[in-house]
């Protein structure tokens, strides 16, 4: 791993101290004592594992309490509780030198408290949270065990109203990972790639998933604390190919390309940038903006930029319209899901109790959801979308599709291969006129099945319903023609074909059966019911 910021020697915010040697020992300590996701998951069961990402530790405290080194540890680094120097030790920690780079502070112990050693040799803290994460999206076959460190009381990944942590601002605490941060690394398009970007790291969990399918990763941020988490989180989980660089947007990388761009950026709409983990500190939506907008001179032909955003629903103008004004220009084929809108108060609300401000007096409370709906109100701001957006850079001169799409419904993860199919099956469909689709050969997708829905008893139903198991579980109404269509789709006959054979057995003239089917065909190709043969070679679409 490279640096071209780090200050030497490190300011205190700006422990512990990077060592690969000891991250080394640290990380040979976790894998021996099964201190991993699934190691975890095991020792507290499903329900405790779960009530960690609810930030409540009651549980997992109850089922950590028999001493093993895997026990130490969990308590040690991700319940954040004291443990005796001699439990730390036991777990294969070497607690001197993490006392020396800072992973750990020693206190004697103060009585009979939890932790107190027996052997009165005090007790050790973490001075920050280290989680176990399974970084294994990738599609390999190893488990992918890795470290995600963040500050103290951050590992969700949505502050909720903590205070500064450890001396450090509140507005440069760096955040575990949470909802956002996942549902991003899902919807990645993993292929083998160059190099990536991952733009606003945080602890770098998006640049943890890229080294495992990029030869280099560069992982920006504006706050040094991040790049320096995001070193400790690499160095931890073994990553030597992530380089870190301080800066906003794309300022570090003025004139580089990637295969793809990652980001999960500070997209919260607010008045004022009061936390950097979540405020762009531009006004409205103007940093999702200016990311979409740059992202294609900074992708390979054939790349990707994948993001997740808010937008604003704004009095008179279609979400739609701001959302392709957005990407027009930037040479981009794009895809936008808007999965979710809120209106202003919701918006604010939620925004202001990640704050903590719902803690603080009523009064000041109120000012402040004031101020937010004042700033809505004067952009004319209605609502605030949140969705992904994919962009992939078109080749030269071909006009880019764009499209957004509301689907506000459950989507199987990771969605990643299917993005990367959906533009596989425009490009197919863009090449194609009328007469090229009836002459292609389609198999039905995987898990597609037709639900039949009418009065009971009734001979014929009144809707047929083609419906996806996988990817984005799509359903469409479709005629007993159309469902005849798709079952008989097994990539053996022309679609021309198929609808000749259709027509003969219902008694209608094949022509209009032919003229009929284009619009559909593309229809269903689109939404992934239908898989091209072209872009299914060996039928396993
Ligand atoms: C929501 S966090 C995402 C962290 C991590 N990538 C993840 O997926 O969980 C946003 C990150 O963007 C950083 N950031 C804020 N403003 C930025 C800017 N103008 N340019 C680059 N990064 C920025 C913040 O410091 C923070 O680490």
Redesign the pocket.
């Known amino acids: 791993m490279t640096d071209s910021t780090a200050p030497t020697p490190p300011p205190a915010s700006l422990r512990p101290v990077v060592d690969a040697a000891l991250a080394a020992r640290l990380r040979a300590a976790f894998t021996a004592a099964d201190f991993t996701a699934d190691g975890c998951l095991d020792l507290l069961g499903a329900a405790a594992y779960a009530a960690l990402a609810r930030s409540e530790t009651v549980p997992a405290l109850r089922a950590t309490d028999g001493g093993s080194a895997r026990e130490t540890l969990l308590r040690l680094f991700l319940l954040q509780r004291p443990v005796s120097r001699a439990a730390a030790e036991a777990a294969g920690i070497p607690v001197q030198e993490c006392l020396a780079d800072g992973w750990l502070t020693a206190d004697r112990p103060a009585g009979p408290a939890e932790g107190a050693a027996p052997d009165g040799g005090g007790i050790v803290r973490a001075t920050v949270d280290i989680r176990p994460y399974a970084n294994d999206i990738a599609g390999t076959d190893d488990a992918g065990d890795a470290w995600i460190v963040s500050d103290l009381g951050c590992s969700v990944?949505g502050a909720g109203g903590i205070g500064s942590v450890g001396g450090v601002p509140r507005s440069e605490l760096?955040?575990g990972?949470?909802g956002?941060?996942t549902t991003?690394a899902n919807i990645t398009v993993r292929r083998p790639a160059r190099r990536v970007l991952?733009?606003?790291?945080?602890?770098g969990?998006?640049a943890l998933h890229a080294a495992r399918h990029a030869a280099t990763v560069v992982a920006?941020?504006?706050?040094p604390r991040?790049l320096h988490f995001t070193r400790l989180t690499a160095a931890l989980s073994g990553l030597a190919t992530v380089e870190t660089r301080q800066?906003?947007?794309f300022e570090p990388v003025p004139e580089e390309t990637f295969d793809l761009v990652v980001?999960?950026?500070?997209f919260v709409i607010s008045p004022g940038g009061r936390f950097?983990?979540?405020d762009?500190?531009m006004p409205g939506d103007e940093?999702c903006r200016s990311l979409v907008a740059e992202a294609g001179r900074h992708l390979e032909p054939g790349g990707y930029c994948q993001l997740l955003a808010n937008w604003q629903h704004v009095r008179g103008e279609d979400w739609r319209s701001r959302l392709t004004g957005w990407i027009n220009g930037t040479g981009c084929d794009a895809w936008v899901v808007q999965r979710e809108v809120q209106d202003v108060f919701e918006y604010a609300e939620l925004w202001l109790r990640d704050g903590g401000d719902h803690r603080e007096d009523r009064a000041q409370y109120d000012a402040r959801y004031e101020e937010w709906l004042d700033a809505f109100e004067a952009a004319k701001v209605e609502g605030i979308g949140f969705g992904w957006i994919t962009l992939r850079r078109a080749p030269d001169g071909r006009d880019p599709v764009v499209t957004a799409e509301e689907w506000p419904h459950p989507v199987e993860q990771p969605l990643g291969p299917e993005i990367e199919r959906w533009f596989a099956r425009q490009d197919f469909l863009r090449e194609q006129d009328d007469a090229g689709l009836l002459a292609a050969h389609y198999r039905l997708a995987d898990e597609v099945v037709q639900e039949q829905i009418g009065v009971p008893g009734a001979e014929d139903p009144e809707h047929v319903v083609l419906r996806q198991n996988r990817g984005m579980r799509r359903a469409t109404k479709v005629d007993t023609v159309g469902a005849g269509f798709a079952g008989a789709c097994d990539g053996s006959l022309p679609a021309g074909g198929i609808l000749d054979a259709i027509a003969h057995l219902v008694g209608e003239p094949s022509a209009l059966l032919r003229d009929r089917a284009p619009e559909q065909i593309r229809l269903l190709v689109e939404q992934g019911f239908l898989v091209p043969a072209a872009l299914d070679p060996d039928g396993s679409a």
């Open positions: 990944g760096v955040l990972v949470g956002a941060s991003l991952d733009l606003g790291t945080g602890s969990v998006q920006t941020d504006v706050n991040a800066g906003s947007l980001s999960n950026p500070p950097t983990y979540r762009g500190g940093l």
